[in-house]
């Protein structure tokens, strides 16, 4: 999108220099990768890097509303309500897809959002692996509201550990050594200190919570959490001694609850240009007379499970707990990535930090993920290449 940079980029690239990128990924941090990292950074010119920031402080103005707690108190399912909640969200992240309004501009468009961490160790890595083997213009970063990868590390290295020894704070996650985000797990020990721990692996004394490390039992003290209560509901079987919902002597760096309150469920309240319209299934006495452009979300999974694309009265009219979906209007993605052989479509999403005591969240970099498919997931780019996950590099 910034043709200069664009140009340099391909010109510079080859299949055998992406197949020594992975490589080199590999070798750093053997057996850690498995999602598909894109052959390319996306450039986001200027004009599209301030409408990004538009958009998301449209949205962050929402959540600091004094009734947003009130408003999305029923985001919250009984049976997976954590104590302690604090105050705000330390992680919210953002997805826009990349789309062209009627001006002929590019502009963002509301996707989904989360009050959850995302790949924020493996975001400071990738920039430095693309610029190690292409050419990168130095009028680009990955960075936003940050200076720098050092102001970048330095920020969430506070936010994450606070005053703590790195060894009292774990990074909880259900079997990590198993999950495709493992890359970022690895990389958050390696930047951080911070452990990546399984919750059966948890002990529980009272309101302590410990874990083993290196034949020793550790107090845990604070808990970077990157479980979510939908990945555990498919292991009814699993007994561990700390339960989430337990009341512990524990500080959450993420706390649970907010990936609930600011989520699918938090897109009805956004009144924003850069926000497609959407609507509580239940609260809705009639459908849209263009239906063919909306999209069906249910508002508690993970990872676009269950959403469907086309739907039709009848199929809404079936659908028995309607207070769990929302209707939201579709948004064209407008391909804008020039590949070897065509454009592709791309999403970026905004990673914000908010410290406890901050009035404001801080926007320090983001992600981005390129399609070919009808939706970005994966199961839509099987078997295509210029696809995947990336890092969004903004014009200074």
Known sequence: MIPAARHLFNAAFTPESYQRMLADINQQLP?????????????????????????????????????????????????????????HAEFLTFDFAVCRNAAGELEPQLIEMQGFPSLYAFQAYLPEVFKAHYPIPDNVSAFLEVEDAAAYHANLKKLILADENPENVI???????????????????????????????????????????????IRIKR????????????????HPEFKLTDDVDVT??????????????????????????SYYLHELTTYPPDLENYVLKPLFSFAGAGVRLHVTAADLDAIPDKQHYLLQRKVDYEPVVQSPDGLVKCEIRLLYTWPPAEPQPTLVAGLARLSRGEMIGVDFNKNKDWVGGTTPLFEK
């Open 171 to 217: 990074l909880l996650e259900l079997f990590p050594e198993q999950q495709k985000t493992r890359v970022d797990f690895a990389l958050t020990e390696k930047y951080w200190g911070i452990k990546a721990v399984s919750l059966p692996d948890v002990r529980k004394r009272g309101r302590e919570l410990f874990y083993e490390k290196d034949g020793r039992e």
């Open 223 to 238: 808990i970077y959490n990157r479980i979510i209560f939908d990945e555990l509901a498919r292991y009814p079987d699993l």
């Open 252 to 277: 959450w760096v993420g706390h649970p609850n907010w990936f609930f309150r600011i989520s699918k469920y938090t897109l009805p309240l956004i009144n924003s240009p850069f926000a497609p319209p």
């Open 31 to 87: 057996g850690q990768l498995d999602f598909r990292v894109a052959e390319t950074p996306i450039f986001v010119p200027a004009a599209l890097r301030d409408k990004l920031i538009a958009a998301g402080q449209d949205i962050i103005e929402v959540i600091q509303r004094p009734d947003f707690k009130q408003r999305t108190e029923a985001a919250i399912p009984a049976s997976q309500r954590v104590p302690n909640e604090d105050e």
